[in-house]
């Protein structure tokens, strides 16, 4: 079988979720490839995601690694079979790859959560607040790039999974534009937060003992919750993040800061407020 190139953060989290079956059962990847009937190598390919695995295979090792969860193995057979080729191949070698990985997990999530505390989250962005905040980044992006990150993160904004995105006060009153562009944006965040898949709450400054995260944070749900991801900006790029002990602390702050949150209704009066104010 030829070899992957690059594979998308998906085919990694397979690999990795197959290595955690093989480890927890106590083989070693050569006990392991004997199972199969293949080689060390090609078992080393199949957990690092350089090659794929058919469903029949998937499930002869979830049988001899003794899971029984068998929503769980569902779940992985459906990474393991899919070949989507979706909207965001049209970028593949115009844009890094970190994008077509987001824009990849965003399609087979089961939902999506937000935590912003200085941007408005990118799900409910206008052009033109894209624009401006592609183009604060260093070093500068060539405008062809630019426009490309612009129009791939709009179209992210299809997405129609139940999203919730909680903001601080701060991503509202921060302005990338002029005051013309800052009211259309947050006249944007109430639209979007009319529709019937979306929820957007505001963190107020003026509340009492809330300490925060001061620490973005995006969720997205997976077939079972044993596949949620979560995805972190770091400094060199984008880090997916798929470790239960991880992913419960990011479910943990997520729940933390809803609960700090005005509620949905509350939170739209709040954001025309501020609108009023430019």
């Excluded at 690999?15 to 009937?37: D, N, Q, V, Y």
């Excluded at 505390?117 to 592609?134: E, K, V």
């Excluded at 419960?248 to 009023?276: C, N, Q, W, Y």
Aim: glycine share 6%.
């Amino acid at each position: 079988m030829v070899l992957r190139r690059e594979p998308t953060a998906r085919h990694l989290r397979l690999a990795a979720e197959l290595r955690r079956l093989r480890e927890a059962a106590g083989l070693s990847a050569t006990e392991a490839a004997a199972l199969l009937g293949v080689n060390r190598v090609q078992m080393s390919h199949i957990e690092s995601g350089l090659t794929g695995v058919s469903e029949q295979r998937l499930r002869r090792l979830a049988s001899h690694y003794a899971c029984t969860d068998e929503d769980f193995v569902n779940g992985l057979v459906a990474m393991a079979v899919d070949r989507t080729r979706g909207w965001w191949e049209e970028y593949r070698g115009r844009l890094p790859s970190s994008f077509l990985d987001i824009a990849e997990l965003e399609h087979h999530a089961t939902y999506r959560r937000d935590v912003e505390f200085l941007f408005i989250p990118g799900l409910l962005q206008t052009p033109h607040y894209a624009r401006a905040a592609f183009s604060s980044r260093v070093p500068e992006l060539p405008q062809t790039e630019l426009e490309l990150r612009v129009q791939h993160r709009l179209e992210r904004q299809r997405i129609t999974v139940p999203y919730e995105a909680v903001v601080h006060e701060a991503a509202l009153r921060i302005r990338l534009g002029d005051r013309a562009a800052s009211r259309g944006q947050l006249a944007h965040v109430v639209e979007r937060s009319e529709a019937d898949h979306i929820t957007v709450r505001v963190i107020p400054f003026d509340l009492d003992g809330f300490g925060g995260t001061w620490s973005t944070v995006m969720l997205a749900g997976g077939a079972v919750p044993r596949l949620d991801t979560a995805v972190r900006d770091a400094p060199h790029g984008t880090a997916f993040v798929d470790s239960e002990a991880q992913l419960h602390v990011f479910r943990t702050l997520f729940r933390r800061m809803k609960a700090a949150s005005l509620d949905p209704e509350r939170s739209r009066d709040f954001i025309h407020g501020l609108a009023k104010e430019l």
